[in-house]
């Protein structure tokens, strides 16, 4: 499974952004898919997780009720919708895909190469 990760940009406090994730292959829609961030400096954390069925999701308690995670498997494409974004969400938002349902980077196989988010306050 290929990934690629797009929609990142520059927003205001407050604004939205919808991160993409386009995938290739025709495994990704019996896989599970997460988002992660990794801001300057700090380790890369899980923002949420979503089974390959859409029915399970998973948020860190940061963005709870602020993102959602969502895919479309007829088209090979997960989403993350970010609303009421704050500065503290500013960094490289990674998608990735496994077999396994996991909020841990290290159980996931493949990734996409990241898109930059930049919340300006």
């Known amino acids: 499974v290929q990934l690629q990760a797009f929609g990142g940009g520059l927003v205001q406090a407050g604004g939205s952004l919808r991160l993409s994730c386009a995938a290739s292959?025709?495994?990704?829609?019996?896989?599970?898919m997460a988002w992660f961030r990794q801001a300057p400096g700090k380790e890369r954390e899980f923002v949420a997780v979503?089974?390959?069925?859409?029915?399970?999701?998973d948020y860190a308690r940061s963005v709870e009720g602020r993102f959602t995670i969502s895919r479309d498997n007829a088209k090979n494409t997960g989403y993350l919708q970010m609303n009421s974004l704050k500065p503290e969400d500013t960094a490289v938002y990674y998608c990735?895909?496994?077999?396994?349902?996991?909020?841990?980077?290290?159980?996931?196989?493949?990734w996409g190469q990241g898109t930059l988010v930049t919340v300006s306050s």
């Open positions: 990735a895909a496994d077999a396994y349902y996991s909020s841990d980077h290290a159980e996931y196989e493949y």
């Open positions: 292959g025709r495994s990704f829609r019996s896989y599970a």
């Open positions: 979503l089974s390959w069925s859409g029915l399970s999701a």
